[in-house]
């Protein structure tokens, strides 16, 4: 069982920036990616960013060249540094962590409301 500790959403003025941590605790070994989606009301969930164990990164095209993703491995924890925040980021961010290819978990999930 892996359980996720999401932090660092919040309400900030456009072009304001914030930063998420999830940390990851239990059976985190196998940790083979970990990254961010979001869901904002009425929309689908949708790629935010993610990283591999290894360092490789990939971006959602709306937050390309704004968000940056991070992770620390031997704290088994996922940044999202979230920089220019525009109205449309606002949604809840849920963080994702892979375990090999087959188990996935996600976190609780973290409000971000982006005001004009």
């Known amino acids: 069982q892996v359980h996720l500790v999401e932090s660092g959403g919040g309400l900030v003025q456009a072009g304001g920036s914030l930063r998420l941590s999830c940390a990851a605790s239990?059976?985190?070994?196998?940790?083979?990616?970990m990254g961010w989606y979001r869901q904002a009301p009425g929309k689908q969930r949708e790629l935010v960013a993610t990283?591999?164990?290894?360092?490789?990164?990939n971006y959602g095209d709306s937050v390309k060249g704004r968000f940056t993703i991070s992770r620390d491995n031997a704290k088994s924890t996922v940044y999202l540094q979230m920089n220019g925040l525009k109205p449309e980021d606002t949604a809840v961010y849920y963080c994702?962590?892979?375990?090999?290819?087959?188990?996935?978990?996600w976190g609780q999930g973290t409000q971000v409301t982006v005001s004009s």
């Open positions: 990283i591999t164990s290894g360092g490789t990164t």
């Open positions: 239990g059976s985190i070994s196998s940790i083979r990616a």
């Open positions: 994702k962590v892979d375990i090999g290819f087959f188990v996935v978990y």
